[in-house]
């Protein structure tokens, strides 16, 4: 429970991100005609640097490296409906239900993805920079007879 609980804010703050790089290059390019695809790349590129840093970040400071990815595992999974329904935010037309439904089984993966491998290779590497590892058994001199 405390993975998922961990994994809100995380997947929140992802997405906050990306609205706001998102809306942030939109604004600066000016009037467009058609998607701007700029705006986009700026949005993911964004998501997989703030996913790779805070992944390290969480690795570096946990005690052992599975909870924290599973954590990351959970922000990937629960990226994919948050993602695909941001993307419909600030759009002149209301929610629609059908187009979230498409995009998340079409392309959910690829927001999974875009969080999970630059999180869980942060997390990873966090941990082995770290240098913590849970022992696995005590370790005690052996002594050899005379």
């Known amino acids: 429970m405390t993975t998922a609980l961990a994994a809100l804010p995380r997947t929140a703050a992802l997405a906050v991100l990306a609205w706001a790089a998102l809306t942030l290059v939109e604004r600066l390019s000016g009037p467009t005609v058609g998607a701007n695809i700029g705006a986009g790349l700026a949005a993911m590129l964004a998501v997989a640097v703030a996913a790779l840093v805070w992944g390290t970040v969480d690795g570096l400071r946990a005690r052992a490296a599975g909870p924290v990815l599973a954590r990351w595992g959970v922000v990937a999974v629960l990226a994919v409906p948050v993602f695909t329904a941001a993307g419909q935010l ?39 920079l770290s240098g913590r590892r849970t022992p696995t058994a005590p370790t005690t001199p052996r002594h050899r007879p005379a």
Not at 90 to 114: R, S, Y
Request: no cysteine; charged share 5%; glycine share 16%.
């Open 90 to 128: 600030g759009a002149p037309t209301a929610f629609d239900w059908g187009l979230w439904a498409t995009e998340t089984v079409v392309g959910g993966w690829f927001w999974a993805v875009l969080v999970a491998v630059p999180a869980l290779t942060g997390a990873a590497a966090g941990s082995a």
